[in-house]
């Protein structure tokens, strides 16, 4: 059972339901929404029980043979997905192996989402020790099945006590993703309905905990009337005026600006979904150091690796996507459409190939000697300089304050972050205060000739 701030959730498995019970039936006089996936067979099946009026929908399972339900829950900005599981523990060696892999990638497809995740279930693995995060002691290898997926898809198991108390074992089981919920979240309760399992209840609010977060300044939604008002009542040539360099006048500049930014540019918080990224390098440690020997071990590695960077992949996307950003987008596709091919093996004058960046470089540059007209004559011109005919020399350069203004404002307003942390965004938007305080530093820096 899981409870969302008021509204109650209900998570049944081996429910033994069939055709002959209505959903109605279940409904508690419709005060309760009813997904529930029956056993065609005797025995079997899941339920999922959410109190009306909470928004959710059910996220379509493509295999049919398995007891899984999924739907996500749409009450808050950053929707939650449930995924219910039943893994039968007595259908044979290889059936259970089999079952257990077709359950696995079924729930590898559901992770590719950028919902937060929470998976539910009996999987009817008790040889796994979950006491250190996770670890074979002893069991079959249905078992190392779903330690492997759990660890590759960066899965925590939140579940700490005895689940099932004639064997002593720890089979129901709840795994979530990017840190959502803590251990002291969940804790095990007797069962509401007579079971020889005990039940798990915890609660979640719809906010990530547990997770990396970044506090950024966000500085679309910046006060840049403030900080040009700011800048401008400055008197900068007093503020220069104990500057013996360019650098001391830039080192002066950007502090001063540090100091708007603190004031007038809002923070946010980022999240840092560095789950799948350390599952990817997780396995990638792993893979490489799997003995070649090891032909099983290594395929099973790489499927996994595979189904990671698969989801990573998804991940991105949908976030390029969700963005509604047409340079991203554009961004991303043509990195994924084109390919920067490396310069083609060249022939030296003896018709030997020349292969390494260095020789290539060496071998143009002495065709370009021998080329390069000089007086008038094709002669080869040790440490020449060119001088392109119709181009004036450079005798002055404007560094005036509208001259400043006029590049800053014709800068795209990008956001990615100079080594101050300052984006050309910034620097656009404040550049009818900034012009002044660069202009005056860009002359100084011009006259000292460094």
Excluded at 166 to 172: E, H, M, Q, R
Excluded at 303 to 312: A, S
Excluded at 330 to 356: H, N, Q, W
Excluded at 404 to 425: D, F, G, I, Q
Aim: charge should be negative; charged fraction near 25%.
């Amino acid at each position: 059972m899981a409870k969302l701030k008021k509204i109650d959730i209900v998570c049944v498995v081996e429910t033994w339901l069939s055709d002959h019970i209505a959903d109605a039936e279940l409904s508690c006089n419709g005060f309760f929404a009813v997904f529930r996936k029956d056993r065609k067979s005797r025995g079997g099946g899941v339920l999922i029980l959410v109190r009306r009026p909470i928004p959710c929908t059910m996220c379509e399972i493509e295999e049919d043979t398995l007891e899984v339900l999924c739907i996500e829950i749409h009450q808050n900005d950053d929707p939650t997905r449930l995924i219910l599981s039943y893994a039968p523990g007595t259908e044979g060696y290889h059936d259970d192996i089999a079952k257990m892999n077709l359950l696995t990638e079924e729930m590898e497809r559901l992770l590719c989402t950028s919902s937060s995740v929470i998976i539910m279930g009996d999987f009817n693995c008790p040889h796994i020790d979950w006491s250190e995060g996770g670890r074979l002691a002893g069991g079959l290898p249905k078992e190392r099945i779903l330690l492997e997926f759990c660890v590759s898809n960066g899965l925590k198991q939140l579940v700490t006590e005895i689940t099932r108390p004639a064997s002593g074992a720890l089979i129901d089981l709840v795994l979530c993703t990017h840190g959502m919920l803590d251990c002291d979240d969940v804790v095990v309760v007797p069962n509401p309905v007579e079971s020889d399992h005990l039940g798990i209840m915890f609660s979640f609010d719809g906010v990530v905990k547990g997770c990396p977060v970044r506090n950024e300044h966000d500085f679309e939604r910046a006060d840049y009337e403030a900080i040009n008002a700011s800048l401008l009542a400055t008197n900068w040539q007093q503020m220069f005026q104990n500057s013996e360099t360019a650098d001391d006048m830039y080192s002066i500049l950007t502090e001063y600006l540090r100091f708007l930014v603190d004031i007038h540019v809002p923070r946010k918080n980022m999240r840092n979904d560095r789950p799948i990224a350390q599952c990817i390098q997780r396995l990638e440690s792993a893979l490489n150091g799997c003995p070649a020997s090891d032909v099983t071990g290594t395929k099973r590695l790489r499927k996994r690796l595979e189904r990671c960077l698969t989801r990573q992949r998804y991940l991105l996307e949908t976030k390029i996507v969700e963005s509604e950003s047409a340079p991203r987008f554009f961004r991303y596709m043509s990195s994924r459409m084109k390919t920067k091919d490396d310069l083609a093996v060249l022939i030296d004058a003896s018709g030997e190939r020349v292969t390494d960046d260095k020789s290539k470089a060496d071998l143009l540059c002495d065709i370009f000697e021998e080329t390069y007209l000089h007086g008038g004559t094709r002669l080869p011109v040790p440490n020449s300089v060119l001088c392109p005919k119709g181009v004036r020399m450079l005798e002055d350069v404007d560094l005036s304050e509208e001259a400043v203004h006029k590049c800053l404002t014709a800068t795209k307003p990008k956001r990615s972050m100079n080594p101050e942390r300052l984006p050309a965004l910034f620097l656009s938007r404040s550049a009818l205060g900034v012009s002044l305080p660069l202009s005056l530093m860009y002359q100084r820096s011009l006259a000292e000739g460094k």
